[in-house]
């Protein structure tokens, strides 16, 4: 079609892009309006807004977003290092503490496993050591607080991991039966129910074994839960095991106790296991009590002298040779003479005699007794 041609082809249309008059509405040809309708600018208007909004939105969107993801990993970081102060504190001792430091990261996150296994591994380990880390407490107050979350722990948990948990709970009851809130069948009870989930438990047969010496009960069966407990112990926790055992055994009294304290300390020395400072001052105690010639002789069997006088110089590496008494001295003597030693045995009787007469310890039964030994040393044969 040919396009009719005006004086002034200055103009198109929008539509069919033939030539307009200067001042044409409306195409001739294809019947276009040449100006866009009201409607028409509000929707291209509307369109724009829409368009400024979806960016703004996105914008919005994306520091919401940046803002959840900071404050995530700042709180993943903050509960982070409250597990590392709460370890800290736990090493150090400081059980309390931890177990609140613990108990604020799984606040801020309480899905957080990490959190979680270390508050329930301190409740066991606070109440192995509430004996002695606790002075102004009493022992039961702590133990109420800490069962609700061993009790959690033996319900969702099976053989060993809930014989640990059922063990401590048992320790929890000694430790209320201790205040007058418990009995002693309350306390077994809980021991026999740990042997049942895992018969070779080592915390279920070294807390039972102490049970037993604490009621007095017949030594020999005492010795056999120790026993397994040590076979059945991984080596981290072998001390503990050890010195709950030594701690029984120095708490039941009597010859037979006595004796086997001597036994199992000796042991302890031979393997290289550490025995504390508070021990080692009770075995010497044993020592000492038993200086007598009549009263030595029921003890000695006890070890070889070899031994016992291993045992005995091995108590006193860290003290000061100050605080070494005349009694040991005496028991150290009576080994050297048992051993074919009599010169090195003279020599300590001698030095004890010297002590004693410089103390005006005339007339006492520890100075008739070395004399009567240095008499038998020197006599002409």
Known sequence: MQIPQTDKMDRLCIACKSALHPKAVICPLCKTAQKPGRWKSLGDFLKWVGG??????????????????????????????????GNLQRDRGNYAAAWDSYAEAITLDPGNRAARDERVQLAMLWMRKIRSTEKNTRFSEIADQLSPLLFRGATFSKGKEAADYIAHLGWAMYLKYRDGR?????????????????????????????????????????????????????????????????????NSGGRAGEAETLRVADEMRRAGDAISMRNKDRILQIYEMNWEAERWKTLSPALAAEAHLQLLLFLFVEHDPSEKRPKHGLIEAHLYRALGKPAKALAIYQSIQQFLIANNAYGSRLLEETEAAIAALTAQP
């Open 52 to 85: 400024i909004t979806a960016v703004l939105s996105l914008i919005i969107t994306l520091g919401q977003v940046s803002s959840i993801y900071t404050n995530l990993r700042e709180k993943q970081q903050t509960v982070s290092e409250l597990i590392q102060i």
């Open 182 to 250: 418990a009995s002693p069948g309350e306390v077994r009870a809980y021991y026999d129910w740990a042997l049942s989930e895992d018969p070779q438990n080592a915390y279920a047969h070294a807390m039972l074994g102490f049970w037993i010496l604490f009621q007095r009960g017949p030594l020999l069966d005492a010795k056999s839960h120790f026993k397994i407990a040590l076979s059945s112990v991984d080596i981290t926790a072998r001390p503990e095991i050890r010195d709950l055992q030594l701690s029984a055994l120095l």
